[in-house]
């Protein structure tokens, strides 16, 4: 059974920062692309940021330049660095696995929340 459990979620002031982790188990880890996306009330849910197993890591213009996102494939876990956070990025966050480019196995983790408010 396939389980992505993310943490680290909360409420954060503007230019603050949080730290998400996402455990996997259940799949070969290094196997899996491992994402980020987040989705607030009334938008689409968009990609945060990826990381290749290898470690060729991919940002959304939003976030690049503020979020770092890092794996360690020795313990199944992504990491989301979020610093100098804007209420703009208040959301639920989803860790998302996925072996590309097939798509074929695809996973959502059941997301944590994001509060950035003074």
Same mark, same amino acid.
């Given at each position: ?5 993310? @943490? +680290? $979620? #909360?409420?954060?002031?503007? /230019?603050? *920062? ?6 996997? =188990? ?25 990381? @290749? +197993? $290898? #470690?060729?890591?991919?940002? /959304?213009? *939003? ?6 996102? =890092? ?48």
């Amino acid at each position: 059974q396939v389980q992505l459990v993310e @943490s +680290g $979620g #909360g409420l954060a002031q503007p /230019g603050g *920062s949080l730290r998400l982790s996402c455990a996997a =188990s259940g799949i070969i880890f290094s196997m899996y692309t491992m994402a980020w996306y987040r989705q607030a009330p009334g938008n689409e849910r968009e990609l945060v940021a990826d990381i @290749s +197993g $290898g #470690g060729i890591s991919n940002y /959304g213009d *939003s976030v690049s330049g503020r979020f770092t996102i =890092s794996r360690d494939n020795a313990k199944s876990t992504v990491y989301l660095q979020m610093n100098s956070l804007e209420p703009e990025d208040t959301a639920v966050y989803y860790c998302y696995a996925v072996v590309r480019p097939s798509g074929a196995f695809a996973y959502w983790g059941q997301g944590t929340q994001v509060t950035v408010s003074s």
